[in-house]
């Protein structure tokens, strides 16, 4: 039998959305604050010349510069002061998350509530500066490298693109969290969304011209295509896949009545991380690679070229880090969101219990045990989903930015927002509700 929540869901209608005030002010102030960032991706960084860095650009977008500016939404082909994007934020935060594992410090910070959160954001922002400030002198020097990019070389040049990445980086970080407090849906997730979707009707018209010219076989045209729409299917279907645990609750008694005991699910998500680990994943492959590559282009070492090789899109020491990292952040992350003690800890002070399990310690090993199982299965379809495309797209030698991690990526924050706009439009039809029955009570007294 469906739960009242579950009843009210299906009953959603225009109508409920049109009475939702509160909602649509969340949608248009997401909006707003998306277009700010979409404006900023075409402000181009003061001393250089676009023309120039436009032809550096185009004999580099297919490696991993290319994956960057799909993250930067098309900022790094600009060079524009949003180019870092959130990548130094993104990769902040899992340097503390890991640290916070092995540090009793940090972790104590994480049981204290609101304010422990907001001094390991604190910690976070501050990390996020200093890479923001490597990433973005790796970048200086890179330009200063490249023959006419650069018109004024030198000191203040390096210093002035140091201060304008990182403001806009910081920027973008402030504008997420607005996003997440004010507007709907994950600011960060967002972001990164709505630069991979800005750059899509581009990406396909470019596919779509490499077949009518031949670059490309039309069958593979086609099967491109299709594969993506295939992808689609299968993120679709593991994001919304479950493996619900039966809970049981005792009979009780209230006064001389005996009450039947009630059962429920505790429902476990096959991929529990969501798409933080493909994020995670590129966002460490992308700092070393994105530095080594700018300085790769001037009077670079040997041994740093060589790196940039190695690292390109493709390349098997790429998809081999690339798929350790996806598989690592999956029970990483899941055991961050996850805890089976507690959860475990909580039907026990309820009074449920899972049939055939003793409440407490077995409970949480039990629920340990299946949620390992399944994370097992989200991990390898995680990798699957994104390093299968990238490797026929690589073979291919086309444009990579519709692959399966900005279908993944495009998928999985598409959800998770829907997802959150029919909790706001359950909150307003219970509201509604209850609205009604007091001006129902008020009547009849």
Same mark, same amino acid.
């Given at each position: ?251 009780? %008694?209230?006064?001389?009545?005996? =009450?039947? !005991?009630? *059962? &429920?699910? +505790?429902?476990?998500?096959?991929? $529990?991380?969501?798409? @933080? ?117 690589? %073979?291919?030698?086309?444009?990579? =930015?519709? !692959?399966? *991690? &900005?279908? +993944?990526?495009?998928?999985?924050? $598409?959800?998770?927002? @829907? ?27």
């Amino acid at each position: 039998m469906a739960s009242a929540a579950e009843q009210l869901a299906r009953n959603l209608s225009f109508s409920t959305f049109s009475k939702a005030k509160a909602l649509q002010q969340r949608i248009w102030f997401t909006l707003g604050a998306l277009l700010v960032y979409r404006l900023g991706t075409y402000i181009p960084l003061p001393g250089i010349d676009p023309d120039a860095f436009r032809a550096t650009f185009e004999q580099s977008q297919q490696g991993i510069i290319g994956m960057f500016n799909m993250f930067a939404g098309g900022a790094v082909e600009r060079m524009a002061i949003f180019a870092l994007n959130l990548i130094p934020y993104i990769t902040a935060s899992i340097v503390v998350q890991v640290v916070s594992t092995a540090s009793p410090r940090l972790e104590a910070l994480k049981k204290e509530g609101e304010a422990g959160r907001r001094k390991m954001n604190q910690y976070t922002r501050y990390l996020a500066v200093l890479f923001c400030a490597i990433q973005a002198y790796g970048i200086a020097v890179g330009l200063e490298g490249s023959q006419g990019v650069v018109l004024n070389p030198g000191w203040f040049f390096r210093i002035s693109t140091v201060i304008t990445l990182v403001g806009g980086t910081m920027f973008l970080m402030w504008l997420g969290e607005q996003i997440t407090a004010r507007g709907v849906g994950n600011g960060i997730s967002l972001i990164i969304f709505a630069g991979i979707v800005a750059n899509l009707p581009s990406t396909v018209a470019q596919t779509l011209e490499l077949a009518r010219t031949g670059a490309i076989p039309g069958f593979a045209g086609l099967g491109m295509l299709v594969l993506a729409l295939v992808v689609i299917a299968v993120i679709v279907f593991f994001e919304r896949a479950q493996r619900r645990l039966l809970i049981q609750y005792p009979k009780r %008694q209230v006064g001389n009545k005996m =009450f039947q !005991g009630d *059962t &429920s699910h +505790l429902p476990l998500k096959l991929n $529990t991380s969501g798409v @933080i680990p493909v994020i995670f994943g590129s966002s460490l492959l992308l700092l070393p690679a994105t530095i080594a590559s700018f300085a790769a282009q001037g009077d670079a070492p040997a041994w740093l070229t060589t790196v940039t090789a190695l690292l390109g899109r493709g390349q098997p020491l790429y998809l081999a880090l690339f798929a350790f990292f996806i598989i690592f952040f999956a029970f990483f992350y899941t055991a961050i969101v996850f805890n089976p003690t507690e959860t475990a800890d909580n039907l026990k002070r309820s009074g449920g219990f899972i049939p055939g399990i003793r409440p407490g310690e077995r409970t949480a090993q039990h629920i340990d045990y299946v949620l390992t199982r399944i994370t097992v299965v989200g991990a390898v379809y995680l990798t699957v989903v994104a390093l299968i495309p990238e490797v026929m797209f690589s %073979q291919l030698a086309v444009s990579q =930015f519709i !692959g399966g *991690t &900005s279908l +993944l990526i495009m998928v999985t924050v $598409t959800l998770d927002t @829907i997802t959150q706009i029919q909790s706001h439009l359950v909150a307003q039809q219970y509201e509604g509700l209850l609205k009604k029955s007091r001006l129902g009570g008020g009547k009849r007294r």
